[in-house]
Every structure is written in C-alpha cells, then in structure tokens.
Nanobody
Framework: QVQLVESGGGLVQPGGSLRVSCVAS????????MAWHRQAPGKERELVAG???????NYADSVKDRFTISRDNAKKTVYLQMNNLKPEDTAVYYC???????????????WGQGTQVTVSS
C-alpha cells in the first residue's frame, strides 16, 4: 500500500556530485521522519542522513559538509545531494520513511528498494 522508489544513482568520478531522490506513494496519511541509509559490500547498513518534517537534519560524521538531505513535503519526496564524492561512498543507498497510513493509525517504517551509487575513476 505504501511504496518508496529511489532514483538518481549511478557512476561518478571521485570529487563529483550526484543527487538521489525518493518518492513515497500509495495510501499515506502522514509522513514523519525520512532518511537515507547505505550499505556497502561486506558492511552493515548505516544511517547517512535524516530529516524531520520541520526540516531538522542529522548526518553521519563521514558525510557532514559533503552531503545535504532535503525534503518536499507536498511531493512526499526526500533528496540527498552528494558532493565531493569519495570511493568509500560507494554503496547501495536506501531511503526510509516513518509513515502513518490512516488517521488514528500507527506509525510504520517503510523502505525503498535501493539505488546503486558507485564512485570510481
């Protein structure tokens, strides 16, 4: 009933930039926090950045001053602008959102299918 679909991944050279997007659709009453996570081969999934409806954000230390998370509440979309990319940023990037599907319902966590970001020369 709820889908999160990421787009915008790809191959980029070190030092380059990329923006990934994630659109939420389906039966959505309200969206609370939205976030980007990533998982590199052989590593655990980690939180990259999160954002609340108010616009308050938090970042992993490894991406501070390079990545910027933003959201468009009307479009139910979250973005991750990635600048000065490094090979160690290579991973599958997943978006996640805390969503209520009906008034009076409970909050649930939903995930996208992921988009590959590869940083290589």
């Amino acid at each position: 009933q709820v889908q999160l679909v990421e787009s915008g991944g790809g191959l980029v050279q070190p030092g380059g930039s990329l923006r990934v997007s994630c659109v939420a659709s389906g039966r959505i009453f309200s969206i609370n926090g939205m976030a980007w996570h990533r998982q590199a081969p052989g590593k655990e999934r980690e939180l990259v950045a999160g954002i609340l409806p108010s616009g308050s954000t938090n970042y992993a230390d490894s991406v501070k001053d390079r990545f910027t998370i933003s959201r468009d509440n009307a479009k139910k979309t979250v973005y991750l602008q990635m600048n000065n990319l490094k090979p160690e940023d290579t991973a599958v990037y997943y978006c996640a959102a805390v969503i209520k599907t009906q008034s009076g319902g409970t909050w649930g966590e939903y995930w996208g299918q992921g988009t590959q970001v590869t940083v290589s020369s």
